[in-house]
């Protein structure tokens, strides 16, 4: 793969600041954001159409690799830049977001986690992203920037299709991700379906805010839900086509019984 050559003419453009990015989103056509680059590379390097003018490099821009907890607002916010590696290793989100810690490390290979964002991992809106999953769990909501204004929207509202086909207009950029502290006596838990650690999950399920007393019955209610066709807990895999729904479903209450035994202090239910 790195030996491929990017046959896309475009200019690369390296900001200083974040206001003089988001003048360059708002001013020209074509613009693509380099973060972590680990798709945005991939994409050109396979000969995928891009349709690329302007590489627009965030990377250097100073204080975007934030990961901070605001403890007025109870909420951890990571930055643009912030990569994979730093979110996994960050104590406050192996002891808090155990599901996001759990989930970025089951990502790709170390090479690629100290490369990749998180906030690359949300805008390339893959069915089958591992990062989003365990955030939107957690309640995460993702401030969109332009020159014109700045707007939040929660993350389980970004994806408006599949394959890439999100919220941001081309004018906006991600610049942050805030993930409210999780709640008392509820937790979340990530489990990754996969024939080896790096490759893309088949499927991946989510349960949040689940209380003690309410933690059983809704594990038996989410089996019954995909036993029935009523997979709702199931994020569709690109790849989902070639599974049988009898697999999918089998793989899904194989993951959720996985979820509940394994990661029960982590679930809050005791």
């Given amino acids: 793969m790195n030996t491929r050559i990017l046959a896309v003419d475009y200019e690369y453009l390296a900001p200083a600041t974040l206001k003089e990015a988001l003048s360059v989103l708002g001013e020209k056509e074509g613009v693509k954001i380099l973060a972590g680059g680990t798709d945005l590379i991939t994409m050109l390097k396979t000969g995928s159409d891009a349709n690329m003018k ?9 204080g975007l690799d934030y990961i901070r907890y605001d403890d007025g607002e109870k909420t951890l916010h990571i930055g643009p830049t912030a990569t994979l590696s730093q979110i996994e290793k960050n104590d406050l989100v192996k002891e808090k977001y155990e599901a996001l810690s759990e989930a970025i490390s089951l990502m790709a290979s170390v090479s690629v986690r100290n490369m990749a964002t998180m906030a690359g991992n949300i805008c390339n809106a893959s069915p089958v992203a591992d990062s989003v999953v365990p955030a939107i769990c957690y309640g995460a909501v993702l401030t969109l920037a332009s020159s014109r204004a700045e707007r939040t929207i929660p993350l389980h509202e970004f994806f408006t299709g599949p394959l890439g086909l999100n919220a941001r207009a081309a004018d906006e950029m991600l610049t942050d991700i805030a993930l409210p502290l ?3 006596n509820t937790g979340a838990a990530f489990f990754k379906k ?4 790096s ?4 499927n991946a399920n989510r349960m949040r805010d689940i209380p003690i007393q309410k933690a059983l019955i809704r594990f038996k209610t989410l089996l019954t839900a995909i036993w029935n066709g009523s997979i709702e807990c199931i994020i569709p895999s690109i790849i989902i086509k070639k599974i049988n729904a009898y697999a999918l479903k089998n793989i899904a209450a194989f993951i959720l019984g996985k979820i509940i035994p394994s990661h029960w202090y982590a679930l809050r239910a005791i």
């Fill in 54 to 62: 302007y590489m627009l490099d965030v990377k250097r821009v100073p």
């Fill in 182 to 184: 999780p709640k008392p």
């Fill in 194 to 197: 996969a024939r080896v650690k």
């Fill in 199 to 202: 490759d893309i999950a088949k």
